[in-house]
């Protein structure tokens, strides 16, 4: 059962990148009154890509022709241990969010070691933004599996999102759980309101103008990567709002999961729909929101735990 929950896990991981585009690409259209792309056009605009020759910079070294693919690399081992689907994952061991949360760091210096290695300003004050943001990202993650941890006992990520529903706290914790990786999915994936993916105005972009000189598949895989991220959050999400368990219910968690996945990602449309992007110095702050929502969390759980025993 267990290496049947795996592969499932490692096919919905891959695949649902495309489709979560898609789905925040069209709920957006809805929202201004167009019919919008069809629910896989990302999948295919990645084909398009890779059939590309890729043009490189005159100044560029052989870090920024790995970066994309390390970027890449980085995230599917990252949503190898994100428990997506509750208590199981494909790779699945003791401290393993440690190595989930240092991977996706990877990623994120060799994006911007690929955006300074061209000797473009531009991309380097990208570069310097990403960051700085993301020193707020971490702790708001660790603090949240913290809380986890103190109520579960458990030291697996998998174990950790997967037996949160069993303790008494989770009725209370579940909502700023959701919150702050909701914010952190935003932050990882480049999303509205920390940074927008559709602006071209170089002095207000982040993500995206860290890959203005990609082009052809090394652009794909910047681009899959970060559809990727978006995909492990909103699994993390709905592993966390699942209350059927994959080990005794296959059939029926598995669609559940996907169906809360798709709802996270309409609410993310939704959300680049109604609202703007922050100004670039409320970003930390919205950050550091959720950064101190997951240490309320994590107090109140320690503060629950020591009443318990």
């Not at 929950?5 to 690409?25: D, E, F, Q, S």
């Not at 689907?85 to 699945?92: E, K, P």
């Not at 914790?173 to 935003?186: E, I, N, R, T």
């Not at 993310?268 to 109604?274: K, P």
Request: glycine fraction near 6%; hydrophobic fraction near 60%.
């Amino acid at each position: 059962m267990r290496t049947l929950i795996a592969i499932a896990h490692a096919l919905i991981a891959l695949a649902m990148p495309i489709l979560m585009v898609g789905l925040v690409n069209r709920t957006k259209s809805l929202w201004a009154g167009r019919k919008g792309p069809r629910l896989m056009q990302s999948g295919w605009d990645l084909l398009r890509l890779l059939r590309k020759r890729p043009v490189y910079s005159t100044t560029s070294t052989p870090v920024f022709r790995a970066g994309a693919w390390v970027v890449l690399a980085s995230s599917v081992l990252a949503a190898m241990i994100a428990p997506i689907l509750g208590n199981v994952a494909v790779l699945q061991f003791s401290h393993d969010f440690i190595v989930f949360a240092y991977t996706l760091g990877l990623a994120r210096i060799f994006l911007m070691l690929s955006a300074i290695d061209v000797g473009s300003s531009f991309e380097g004050m990208g570069a310097a933004r990403e960051a700085s943001f993301s020193a707020f990202v971490e702790p708001a993650l660790f603090l949240l599996i913290g809380a986890a941890s103190v109520l579960t006992g458990l030291t697996s990520f998998a174990g950790l999102i997967g037996h949160l529903h069993q303790t008494d706290a989770f009725p209370w914790l579940a909502a700023p759980a959701v919150a702050v990786l909701f914010v952190l999915l935003q932050a990882e994936a480049s999303r509205v309101p920390v940074d927008d993916p559709l602006t071209h105005l170089e002095l207000t972009m982040v993500h995206e103008v860290m890959v203005l000189d990609h082009s052809g598949p090394e652009l794909a895989a910047m681009q899959y990567a970060a559809a990727l991220k978006l995909t492990i959050y909103a699994g993390l999400i709905a592993a966390l709002l699942n209350p059927v368990d994959p080990w005794t219910q296959p059939a029926l968690a598995i669609p559940v999961s996907l169906a809360l996945m798709a709802v996270v990602a309409v609410l993310v449309g939704c959300i680049e729909s109604l609202t703007a992007r922050l100004r670039m110095r409320n970003v930390p702050r919205y950050l550091l929101a959720a950064t101190a929502l997951a240490a309320l969390a994590l107090g109140a759980s320690g503060w629950l735990a020591g009443s318990t025993s």
